[in-house]
């Protein structure tokens, strides 16, 4: 077990937690969540010994082991991958160096004595210690990860492939606690699925940071949030933390009509799950928007970012490939290719890594020049391009200054008019940060400044690379809900699966060397649809019954089920009280952790007790309307 205690830690003025403390238990897997800017970063470095807290301490067992996945490793580039991977304090580690060390130097002097000696009593070591598994593990991993190169120099590699190497540095290491800053950046869709089921498997403690929705929903359970300087735990995954993080914005009264709503939506979402988008749960969103009624407005918390600013009108000409190809070297990206983009389109682009995606946006927003073919594009179209890397961002300006280089004033959505320090607000930045240097801000902070500057020019057509890279869960929410009422074209590639699912309507794949493929339809669809391509007689037989169902669905309430309808209201009403009560009480518990668990695990059976008697309201509510 590790143990936090009244950790403090400020950064210059800005206060980020104040006096928090938590454990992690042996086998727990925490997420952790929080806009961009609230700590998240600094509290894995503090639990990690890279940083210090201004107070408190941090308790661990004697032999308790750490290791840290930086959102941006430093890594030594004269290193081989091997040897980088090889690299750290685990004794596993150390053993495995010195072998490998051993080893060479008999390879230059095979005569040498104490050389030959030196080696057999590494390789006994080797075997008490299961250390050939180790290096075995080591390369899968890597291979697992789209490192297959393991003589390569790391200063050879891409920015991405440094993350994948960190990454399978901290696997290898099994240490008591893995922590893990966006484990998920730079990985594709197969590297992604891979680490779920390896953490999944971990037999140690894991603490993550990820905007990966999906992968903290399938990983995590148990959640961390960081508010307004204050740190609230939640049991279960991602979906079980909506939900609880609903009631107790409930319970203090914190959120106004539209912040809430989107809240709301999102939970919605986030429970009726991939297969039941398509399905008929209308019953069910009517009880949760009867729910939301029940929300008492008034001052929230903490600040919620606001998007909700104007774009240009867009004509009926978008983009237009006509024959298109684009090569370098060995690597076809386009090989003749047509693509026509119309107004209101959604298109999300996947592929593996080095398939071509980014090319093909730098294409589109007209940065990287066709070999072969034609390339139109409308006269109304105003375009903003989201990159990965901000390149166009000064971190010697001020932020107000960045701001005010595209406009002073804007219009909103609704009409009215308000300034760029507004604007900064809306999006999280207090007034006293204006004239903070861009330099001094963090990794997601910065990438919120740059998407604010690129709305602010009120596009109609968007291209985004990985938006979803180091903004966190709540920003990228309300980025999602703004891109659904936005009137123009988006087009993304991103690796994160629910921004695609919540965002995209149709696909491009690209499957390397020019080949490009086109599904309609989102992320979680498209691979239903694999998955349904490989046994085709199963789905056509699954197609064939399914208008049996539609016959039951006509069945009427039996007279007990009339009973039960009319008082199912009144019962859940009272055991969502209870959980309010336990919620409210848990609240205030302290320190008291046996009287904290016994109140959490009273939660989570409430939970449980009201998902039962929502599904059976929304069954019974079918049946209501046939009578």
């Known amino acids: ?69 930086d959102q941006q490793p430093e890594l030594d580039q004269e290193k081989t991958v091997l040897e980088q991977v090889f690299h750290g304090d685990a004794p596993i580690l150390k053993l495995m160096r010195e072998y490998e060390n051993t080893l060479l130097q008999l390879n230059e002097n095979p005569n040498a004595v104490k050389v030959q000696e030196e080696l057999f009593r590494l390789q006994k070591q080797m075997d008490t ?47 008591d606690l893995l922590i893990l800053d966006e484990p998920t950046n730079h990985l594709d869709f197969d590297s992604v699925k891979w680490l779920e089921d390896y953490l999944s498997r971990y037999s140690g403690s894991i603490l993550l940071v990820t905007h990966d929705r999906y992968f903290l929903d399938r990983v995590a359970n148990r959640m961390f949030e960081l508010d307004g300087g204050n740190l609230y735990s939640y049991k279960g995954n991602y ?115 080095g398939a071509g995606k ?33 390149e166009d961002m000064d971190e010697n300006k001020r932020m107000i200054e960045y701001i005010k280089e595209t406009a002073e004033i804007v219009e909103t959505s609704d009409g009215k008019t308000i300034s760029a320090a507004q604007m900064l607000e809306r999006f999280l930045f207090p007034p006293f940060t204006h004239g903070t240097p861009i330099r001094k801000l963090s990794g997601g902070e910065k990438r919120r400044l740059y998407l604010l500057k690129l709305l602010m020019t009120a596009p109609n057509v968007l291209l985004l690379d990985e938006p979803t890279n180091d903004l966190d869960t709540q920003t990228l929410t309300v980025l999602e809900d703004y891109l659904d009422d936005f009137s123009g074209v988006v087009i993304t590639v991103s690796h994160d699966r629910y921004f695609l699912d919540k965002v995209a309507e149709q696909l491009l794949v690209l499957q390397g060397q020019g080949v490009i493929d086109s599904f309609f339809g989102n ?10 391509l490989e046994a085709p007689k199963i789905v056509t037989k699954s197609n064939q019954s399914t208008k049996a169902p539609e016959k039951e669905k006509k069945k009427r309430l039996t007279f007990k089920e009339k009973k039960e309808w009319e008082e199912i209201d009144k019962v859940i009403a009272q055991t969502e009280s209870s959980l309010e009560e336990v919620t409210a009480e848990l609240g205030m518990v302290g320190s008291d952790f046996t009287k904290a668990q016994e109140l959490t695990n009273q939660e989570a ?22 009578d």
């Open 239 to 353: 979906a079980a933390f909506l939900e609880s993080k609903a009631i107790r914005e409930e319970n203090e009264a914190a959120t106004f009509e539209k912040r809430k709503n989107l809240f709301r939506r999102e939970l919605e979402w986030m429970r009726r799950g991939a297969q039941a988008r398509s399905t008929k749960q209308k019953a069910r969103i009517q009880r949760f928007e009867d729910l939301d009624e029940k929300l008492s407005s008034g001052q929230p918390s903490g600040g919620k970012l606001d998007i909700s600013l104007n774009g240009s009108r867009l004509g009926k000409q978008v983009f237009e490939l006509k024959d298109a190809s684009k090569r370098y070297s060995d690597k076809t990206i386009l090989n003749h290719f047509d693509l026509l983009v119309k107004p209101g389109d959604r298109i999300g682009i996947i592929g593996k890594n």
């Open 1 to 69: 077990m590790l143990t936090v205690e009244n950790v403090t830690k400020t950064y210059g003025e800005k206060l980020l937690f104040n006096n928090i403390s938590f454990t992690i238990s042996e086998k727990e897997r925490v997420g952790l969540i929080g806009i961009n800017g609230t700590g998240k970063s600094s509290l894995l470095k503090i639990i990690a010994g890279i940083d210090a807290s201004d107070e408190g301490k941090i308790i661990t067992g004697k032999d308790y082991s750490i290791a840290f996945l």
């Open 523 to 532: 992320y979680s669809e498209y691979l239903e649809k694999g998955t349904a």
């Open 605 to 626: 059976e409430l939970n449980e007790k009201l998902e039962q008697l929502i599904e059976r309201w929304t069954y019974l509510a079918e049946l209501a309307e046939n």
């Open 129 to 175: 210690h299961d250390a050939w598994d180790a290096s075995t593990n080591a390369k899968s991993i890597l291979m697992k990860l789209g490192i297959e190169d393991f003589s390569k120099k790391i200063g050879e590699l891409s920015g991405g492939q440094k993350k994948r190497v960190a990454l399978a540095q901290v696997l290898i290491a099994e240490p």
């Open 358 to 390: 980014s090319t093909l946006l730098n294409i589109l927003a007209r940065i990287i020049p066709l070999d072969e073919g034609e390339y139109i594009i409308g006269q109304t179209v105003k375009l903003a391009y989201y990159t990965q890397e901000s």
